[in-house]
């Protein structure tokens, strides 16, 4: 269990201070005031209130607390405070933390629903850093779903970036099973294996990078068009949002350096081509 130690020195002590022990549940509830959300753990069906929201069924998850998710809480706090003021709470209303988690079947690290974000974390690998690190990823992965998903535009030209003989994965199975150990395919513009198996996968991988490892993605980016030309998308993507946060982004792309190394899709057009089958839709993109 962790006891996080903090010192607060009021106005009327000056230098003189107290201190207490956060909980993990004391840590929930200060970042569910300050982000207006609903940070919790526990029974995972109720994440998923049947009158409202059914639980999809290739979906499993076992139940955890927040003492056991103490590093994921850490890993949620770092995400957060990237974004802008207000921003998430128009996007989200909660982020809740389960234990093992499987899509189709296999291990999944976290998903998203209608209005809320699902992190796994997994006990036996607390003091390794790897849930503070999938809770610190997965909010920016899955996340960004909520900026990909509602966008026509996006999810189009996104695809006009993908190669000629790419291939979508068939299921979430075969996605989460793929081989990492290969190496990324910065050519073709993928960050990793795992972005390679779908459009909205490789989003979420990209936004992963540009919050989480933004000096990563910007050297990748000067060495790579195509990857310079996904995140000028992918900037576009959230700079466009809302009117409200639309500086608030800009200052933060411009200040991680990856503005200056994108290539700009704002005036990018987008043509369909439509055959017979409109069902049948061929994205390609063109940039002056």
Request: hydrophobic share 40%.
């Amino acid at each position: 269990m962790k006891k996080r130690f903090i010192t607060v020195v009021t106005l009327a002590t000056c230098l003189l201070g107290c201190s207490y022990f956060e909980s993990e549940a004391d840590q929930a509830l200060r970042l569910s005031k300050t982000y207006q959300l609903e940070i919790k753990a526990g029974d995972p069906s109720l994440f998923y209130p049947e009158q409202f929201d059914k639980q999809p069924s290739n979906l499993k998850m076992e139940e955890t607390s927040l003492e056991e998710a103490s590093e994921a809480l850490d890993g949620i706090e770092k995400a957060l405070i990237i974004y802008p003021p207000d921003f998430v709470p128009t996007i989200i209303d909660a982020i809740y933390i389960c234990g093992p988690m499987w899509m189709d079947g296999a291990v999944a690290g976290g998903t998203y629903g209608k209005k809320k974000l699902i992190l796994s974390s997994i006990s036996k690998w607390n003091g390794t850093k790897v849930n503070y690190n999938n809770a610190l990823r997965a909010v920016h992965h899955e996340l960004s779903s909520q900026i990909y998903t509602p966008s026509i535009f996006t999810r189009l030209a996104w695809s006009a970036l993908m190669p000629p003989d790419w291939k979508s994965a068939v299921n979430n199975y075969d996605a989460l099973m793929v081989n990492h150990d290969l190496p990324p395919d910065y050519n073709s513009g993928f960050l990793t294996q795992y972005g390679k198996t779908s459009t909205e996968n490789d989003f979420n991988v990209y936004a992963e990078f540009a919050f989480a490892e933004p000096a990563r993605l910007r050297l990748l980016a000067q060495q790579h068009p195509i990857i310079a030309k996904k995140l000028g998308l992918l900037i576009s993507a959230y700079t466009n949002i809302s009117p409200e946060f639309s500086d608030a982004f800009d200052s933060y792309f411009a200040k991680t350096g990856l503005s200056e190394v994108a290539i700009n899709t704002e005036k990018a057009e987008l043509t369909l081509h439509l055959d017979i089958d409109v069902d049948n839709l061929h994205p390609t993109i063109s940039q002056e």
